[in-house]
Nanobody, 124 residues
Framework: QVQLRESGGGLVQAGGSLRLSCTAS????????MAWFRQAPGKEREFVSA????????TYADSVKGRFTITRDNAKSTVNLQMNSLKSEDTAVYYC?????????????????WGQGTQVTVSS
């Protein structure tokens, strides 16, 4: 049974930082591309960042480029999202997603497994 478990969310002031982590189990982690999505109240789930299995390639939404960094540790089956210079518009539930592919997808339907989400709230 595949499980993705996010952690690290919370309340932070604008300009602050948070580090999200997602630990996977039940899958061969290195063969999966991993991504972070987020969903704010009343909005659709949107792509944030993705990283392929060997960590050689990453991609970011324009809205977070230069502020967020995605990394992964295949030995620990974890993927992390370092979020700096947070803004109020970053407030959302953040989801970890896994895709059994050597490529990423920018849409939620492209992912096979999801975590339960972790709330990030940025106060202005």
């Amino acid at each position: 049974q595949v499980q993705l478990r996010e952690s690290g969310g919370g309340l932070v002031q604008a300009g602050g930082s948070l580090r999200l982590s997602c630990t996977a189990s039940g899958l061969t982690f290195s063969t999966y591309s991993m991504a972070w999505f987020r969903q704010a109240p009343g909005k659709e789930r949107e792509f944030v960042s993705a990283i392929i299995g060997n960590s050689s390639h990453t991609t970011y939404a324009d809205s977070v480029k230069g502020r967020f960094t995605i990394t992964r540790d295949n030995a620990k089956s974890t993927v992390n999202l370092q979020m700096n210079s947070l803004k109020s518009e970053d407030t959302a539930v953040y989801y970890c997603a896994a895709r059994e592919s050597t490529t990423w997808s920018l849409v939620p339907a492209g992912y096979d497994y999801w975590g339960q989400g972790t709330q990030v709230t940025v106060s202005s």
